[in-house]
């Protein structure tokens, strides 16, 4: 099995999301394996947000196993939280973003 690993860039916020868009959309195949690597992102906005639910529909219509390489850090924390993905009604977000830690 050959794994994809996806490195979003330290910098990535919506005025360069397009970059991550177009390797996200080449990497997810039907039947493939994509692990995006998040851990360098330094400031994350919403756009990254969206653009990672965006690709996880994309990868689940594809029959594509996508997760992250690790759980997602602490500039990501709060900005889920107010985006709503750490909410207890919806522990599917928290086994993707945290990797089901449920402590974050």
Known sequence: MSITT??????LCLPNIGVLAEEL?????????VRLDLS???APDLSVIQLVQAARVSAAKAACDFALTAPAGDPFRALLDRAGFTSADHPDHSQFWFHGDTSQ
């Not at 996806?6 to 910098?11: D, G, L, R, Y």
């Not at 959309?25 to 394996?33: F, R």
């Open 25 to 33: 959309t080449a990497a997810i195949t039907p039947g493939g394996t």
């Open 6 to 11: 996806v490195m979003a860039s330290e910098n």
């Open 40 to 42: 360098d992102v330094a």
